[in-house]
Nanobody
Framework: QVQLVESGGGLVQAGGSLRLSCAAS????????MGWFRQAPGKEREFVSS????????YYADSVKGRFTISRDNAKNTVYLQMNSLKPEDTAVYYC??????????WGQGTQVTVSS
């Protein structure tokens, strides 16, 4: 099992930027694809972005494509989500997760992102 800790959330105005980080425990981090998900109040948790273990392949939800960038630093056991041009509808709790066969397995505790209009 992998322990995940997200950070970097906060309050930002519409059009602003934030960078989320997710630090993972263990020595096998590079073997896991990683994903970012989010859950807004009253809504189901949804996929935001994912990245392969090597970092060579990335995927994005249509709602964030062109605005968010996922990356990882395997030497630091960390995955990032750079969020630009934020919109009020991006307000949610953001979670990172390990992906096994594209299915989330280990979850972090989440970090709140609030975008004001």
């Amino acid at each position: 099992q992998v322990q995940l800790v997200e950070s970097g959330g906060g309050l930002v105005q519409a059009g602003g930027s934030l960078r989320l980080s997710c630090a993972a425990s263990g020595r096998t981090f590079s073997s896991y694809a990683m994903g970012w998900f989010r859950q807004a109040p009253g809504k189901e948790r949804e996929f935001v972005s994912s990245i392969s273990g090597s970092g060579a392949y990335t995927y994005y939800a249509d709602s964030v494509k062109g605005r968010f960038t996922i990356s990882r630093d395997n030497a630091k056991n960390t995955v990032y989500l750079q969020m630009n041009s934020l919109k009020p509808e991006d307000t949610a709790v953001y979670y990172c997760a390990t992906l096994v066969a594209n299915i989330p397995r280990d979850w972090g505790q989440g970090t709140q992102v609030t975008v004001s209009s």
